[in-house]
């Protein structure tokens, strides 16, 4: 198994109250399942999702697997901290992170590497100083939205620059960034666009909601056999300096960015 969140294109959401979907996970080709107890799952079944994960990552798995505690102030999130202190699962997330002040008291309560989902103004703007302590940092889009008031059906203009602030602070520091979800079930067209534009924007992988998004997804975050292949004739061809590709001009950057296509090919 692979625990490398670089490595990491999909993450698969689903309530960690539904077996039938625990079971898909288990056999998709998400790169990391994360077994929700927060949003996805109604108040009434807080304790049994509790117990579901619990009893999910006791199980062998092919793919890390993350659970997602309630957030700080809930009355479900001592619970979940203790239980995923004590569990087999190689990741938790928390929801709604806005300073590193609450993420540190979080991630000490759980003792294993937590990734932060940014989903709030005050989170973005708290992001790369929670990045010191996160393992990755996981934009909430849905819950962004709601947070910034915007329209329903607005475009992702609005939140561009939140994007941005996620991915800089997350790069600032050294640690994976992963996008948000798309919530349209039946475009996968338009799932596959979002992937491309996450990538273009910096995003190493995206979040997701159902099965079907997880093979266009993948694609949109493997770089493609043209992009190694020049990765690879970039290397071969720098010997240090400016130079002249083709028609274009290369220097060390170029090459350090070549350089980790290449790995990340190797990664996925
Ligand atoms: C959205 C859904 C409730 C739709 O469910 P359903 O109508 O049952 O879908 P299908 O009939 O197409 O399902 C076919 C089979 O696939 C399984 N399935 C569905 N979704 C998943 C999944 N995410 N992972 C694994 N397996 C899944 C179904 O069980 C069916 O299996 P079978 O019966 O054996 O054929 C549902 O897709 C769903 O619950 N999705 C995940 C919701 C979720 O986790 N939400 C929270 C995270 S997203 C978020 O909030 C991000 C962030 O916090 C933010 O604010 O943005
Ligand atoms: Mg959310």
Redesign the pocket.
Known sequence: MNSDLFAVRSL????AS?P??????RD?D?DL??L?L???VKPADKDDARAAALEAVEAEWRMPVAI?VNGVGTEWHSADLDAVARSNCQFAIL??ASSLHLFHGAREAVGKPMLA?I?TAAGVLAAAEIAKEAAAL?????????DLRLPLGATRAPISTALQMIVLGARANGIPAFD??F?Q?KDLDGLRAEAEEGRSLGFDGK??????QIAPCNEAFAPATEEIDRARRLVDAFSGGAERFGDEMIERMHIEAAQRVLQRAGRV
């Open positions: 698969l959401f689903l309530p539904n039938r979907a625990i079971a898909k996970a998709s998400a399942v994360v929700d927060e949003d996805a997602r929801p709604r989902m989903e996981v934009a909430g889009t849905n819950d962004l939205r709601a948000g979800v919530n079930l979040s997701l909601i159902h099965p079907d």
